[in-house]
């Protein structure tokens, strides 16, 4: 059964640097336009899609035409945010709205910001810049050259460091401490396993897998806990969510963890029920 994503953007070398150079050269709207062409075949060659396909047809309750329709939509939205990324690498600049600011911008100390693959969370790296504290985000080390250079080179401008992590080194691990004790925000994705040990939670009815180890990050460091979402509301326009998770500080670390883990794929729901076509987990999260 498939369930790992390997965490590489889709492309060759030279693709990629095509769509940097096209960017440069074309509008937003003209880049979108023509993603309609190449999403049915991408749609087609994809063993990914059926795992879209048990979302809106089994967790949703939509029939197989309307499920079809839905997973066409939410690809197309995957392949904006995958395009917006490009755009930022040839200097396109979006308007961006943050709710809850001061969760953000106003912490004295360290914490810890968890984020999903609901929206384009890579967007708040490139314009959530924050000039008083060095944000460091855990970042998969397989990504193409194209990509980790111009991500590292974007995210470097805000203040950014990227924590590259590797299969078999655990490297990035000694560095999550420094990182918290020094005042600094460390950044992570929560809702895809990567082959590491899971935590198991409710969401959309059933039974579903988080990584372990995110949450038991957050509940031995005893940081605060600032959950992120970036949603693309216009072709221009992103809207960031913060909020706050808490956890009872009398429990053991894995009862911690385990409220951290309930919160958080709480809040998941809501942001997947409300947007549905940006809820980019394309896997068997269930394991069905």
Partial sequence: MEQNWSGKTGGTYRMQRALV????HTSLRFVYGITHFWIVWYILVRPTVRHGAYLFHR???R???QASVDVYRSFYSFAKAIMDRFAVYAGYEFDIKVKNPEL???RKAGFVMLFSHVGNTEMAGYFLKTPDKRLHILAY?????VVMAHRAKVLELNNIDMITIYPNDMSHI????DVLQAGDILAFGAD????????????????AKLPAGAFQICASMKHPVLLVFVIKESDRDYHVYCEELKADSSLPRQERAQQLADQYAERLEQMALRYPYQW???YDFWQK
């Fill in 192 to 207: 895809r396993l990567m082959g590491e040990k899971a935590i198991a939670t409710r969401f959309m009815g059933s039974e």
């Fill in 21 to 24: 150079w096209l960017f440069r």
């Fill in 174 to 177: 000694y560095r999550i401490n």
């Fill in 63 to 65: 029939n197989r035409l």
């Fill in 104 to 106: 953000y911008y106003d």
């Fill in 59 to 61: 967790r949703r309750g």
């Fill in 141 to 145: 080390g397989g990504e193409s050259p």
């Fill in 280 to 282: 980019f987990n394309f």
